[in-house]
């Protein structure tokens, strides 16, 4: 059965890997931007060329952002979640259920 899981094409950037994580925490590009002291035209134009690196093309039937965060969490972990757990144990907050 051949394998069919992508293979990046070269190593990720800081900056790229400060986007990426940043876009699996749910932030906006303008909130990522901020934190990036970039503009938010640099932010959407790495993240596209980020795709390529994972091997993700756009089309009518794809949602870049959801691929370009399921492909980062597979490659450099789940820090999302470790994120959100420790919100979890924050007092005044309602507990998520992850599963």
Same mark, same amino acid.
């Given at each position: 059965?051949?394998?069919?899981?992508?293979? @990046?094409?070269?190593?990720?950037?800081?900056?790229?890997?400060?986007?990426?994580?940043? @876009?699996?925490?749910?932030?906006?590009?303008?909130?990522?931007? !901020?934190?990036?002291?970039?503009? $938010?035209?640099?932010?959407?134009? $790495?993240?596209?060329? $980020?795709?390529?690196?994972?091997?993700?093309?756009?089309?009518? !039937? $794809? !949602?870049?952002?959801?691929?370009?965060?399921?492909?980062?969490?597979?490659?450099?972990?789940?820090?999302?979640?470790?994120?959100?757990?420790?919100?979890?144990?924050?007092?005044?907050?309602?507990?998520?259920?992850?599963?």
């Amino acid at each position: 059965m051949a394998d069919c899981r992508r293979v @990046m094409q070269r190593d990720l950037t800081s900056l790229e890997h400060l986007i990426l994580s940043d @876009m699996c925490q749910g932030k906006s590009n303008s909130a990522i931007a !901020n934190h990036a002291q970039r503009s $938010t035209k640099v932010i959407e134009n $790495t993240m596209s060329r $980020t795709a390529r690196v994972f091997g993700i093309s756009s089309n009518i !039937n $794809t !949602n870049i952002r959801v691929l370009l965060a399921l492909a980062y969490r597979a490659n450099y972990g789940d820090f999302a979640i470790e994120s959100l757990n420790a919100l979890e144990s924050s007092p005044g907050l309602p507990q998520l259920i992850l599963q």
